[in-house]
């Protein structure tokens, strides 16, 4: 019989740029990028620091940071997506609800529980019933036979 090798450890990246995997390295290379251009254009130490420290920290924090063991980039996506997203949360309590509620209250208070039968268990019911019925029916053949 033939044997085939499965790929193991398929979510360990590939370690390409030196300890760097590909992602940490582009991460890394975008937020030195835009620090030059900021160090390039204001030529003003404490501005350029004022200004590069929040993207040299979300560079560092998208390349090496992980939350509960996803990556960083994974949070701060999902993050976006909520707060943009359209949320509605509208419920209505109907007068059918109303009654149901009503009449389980009053049903617990007198003592009587009637159980919630589902499909499944109605259709397992029915099943048992009707064996149950052919074994009486077998049982009660056999009697008059005997007679």
Do not use: C
Not at 92 to 114: A, F, M, P, Y
């Amino acid at each position: 019989m033939q044997q085939f090798q499965v790929p193991q450890f398929i979510e360990v990246e590939d370690k390409i740029f030196g300890p760097l995997t590909t992602k940490q390295f582009f991460y890394l290379l975008g937020g030195g990028g835009l620090t030059f251009l900021i160090w390039f254009f204001l030529e003003n130490y404490f501005f350029t620091l004022l200004l590069a420290a929040p993207i040299i920290a979300l560079s560092a924090a998208l390349a090496f940071m992980k939350v509960n063991g996803r990556p960083f980039i994974d949070l701060l996506s999902h993050s976006v997506t909520y707060i943009f997203k359209p949320r509605i949360y509208l419920w209505k309590k109907t007068n059918t609800e109303k009654q149901k509620t009503e009449q389980s209250d009053t049903l617990i208070r007198t003592g009587l529980i009637v159980p919630k039968v589902t499909k499944s268990k109605l259709n397992d019911l029915a099943w048992s019933l009707d064996v149950m019925q052919n074994i009486r029916d077998k049982e009660e053949k056999s009697q008059k036979r005997n007679m």
